[in-house]
C-alpha cells in the first residue's frame, strides 16, 4: 500500500537560513508527488509537483527514486513562508490523493 | 470564479444527529473528493467521483455517505454523527487530463460532534 511520511511535525528555523522540509513515500508504480501548502486562515493549495520540476516561492522538490524521498528545500526562508506543508502522492484512476501527515514550519525573525 | 465553495463553514452536533456538508465547483472538473483533516494525521480521503453519477470508498468511508448530484455538486451525509467524527471537513476537486494535475480545495467545514 501506498504511504507518505513526514518525519517532522514541527520545524523552526530563523530567517535567512535554509530550509528542509522531508518526504519519504512508498509506492510500487510510478509516483506522482506534490506539495500542498496551508498559509493560516486559507484553504489548502498546490505549491508544486515533481513533475514539473519548478521553483515556487524559492522552494524546489526533487524526485529520489533511489532514496524514495521528496524533501523540499528552500536556501532562504522567509517569515511569510511559516505554514502547514503536506507532502501528497497521487494514485489511481480518479488521481485521489494520500498525504503525510504534515510539518508546520515557524520562521523566526 | 468562485472555484470550490462549501457550506456550511462550522457546526456543532449531538452524537446520533444527521447532517449533509454541500460542496459546489464551477471548475467543469470531473473529480471531486471529500477529505477529513485531523491533528498529526494529515488529510485522509473519505469517498471520491470520477464523475457524476459514480462514487467510490476511499480510505475512511464508515459513517458516511456521498452522493454526486451532478457534474459541480457532491455531497457529504453524516446520518448518525459520533464523536469521532468531530473534524474539519475538505472538499477538493480537480480535471481529468493527461499529467499530474493539481486539486482545488475548499474553505472547510469544522465539525463538531458532542
Known amino acids: 500500500a501506498q504511504r507518505v511520511t513526514q518525519p517532522e511535525k514541527l520545524l523552526s528555523v530563523f530567517k535567512g537560513a535554509p530550509v528542509e522540509l522531508k518526504c519519504n513515500y512508498s509506492?510500487?508504480?510510478?509516483?506522482?508527488l506534490f506539495w500542498y501548502v496551508q498559509y493560516s486562515r486559507q484553504r489548502l493549495q498546490l505549491l508544486l509537483r515533481?513533475?514539473s520540476r519548478e521553483s515556487i516561492k524559492g522552494f524546489t522538490a526533487d524526485l529520489n527514486k533511489g532514496e524514495t524521498s521528496f524533501h523540499l528545500k528552500k536556501p532562504f526562508a522567509q517569515e511569510e513562508d511559516s505554514a502547514m506543508y503536506y507532502c501528497?502522492?497521487?494514485?489511481?484512476?480518479?488521481?485521489?490523493?494520500?498525504f503525510g501527515s504534515g510539518t508546520q514550519l515557524t520562521v523566526l525573525p | 470564479n468562485a472555484g470550490v465553495t462549501q457550506t456550511p463553514k462550522f457546526r456543532i452536533l449531538k452524537i446520533g444527529q444527521s447532517m449533509t456538508l454541500q460542496c459546489t465547483q464551477d471548475?467543469?472538473?470531473?473529480?471531486m473528493y471529500w477529505y477529513r483533516q485531523d491533528p498529526g494525521m494529515g488529510l485522509r480521503l473519505i469517498y471520491y467521483?470520477?464523475?457524476?453519477?459514480?462514487?467510490d470508498k476511499g480510505e475512511v468511508p464508515n459513517g458516511y455517505n456521498v452522493s454526486r448530484l451532478n457534474k459541480r455538486e457532491f455531497s457529504l451525509r453524516l446520518e448518525s454523527a459520533a464523536p469521532s467524527q468531530t473534524s474539519v471537513y475538505f472538499c477538493?476537486?480537480?480535471?481529468?487530463?493527461?499529467?499530474?494535475?493539481?486539486?482545488?480545495f475548499g474553505p472547510g467545514t469544522r465539525l463538531t460532534v458532542l
Open positions: 477538493a476537486s480537480s480535471y481529468r487530463g493527461q499529467g499530474a494535475n493539481e486539486q482545488f
Open positions: 509506492y510500487s508504480g510510478s509516483p506522482e
Open positions: 515533481h513533475i
Open positions: 501528497a502522492l497521487s494514485k489511481g484512476s480518479a488521481r485521489q490523493l494520500t
Open positions: 471548475m467543469n472538473h470531473n473529480y
Open positions: 467521483s470520477a464523475s457524476e453519477g459514480t462514487t
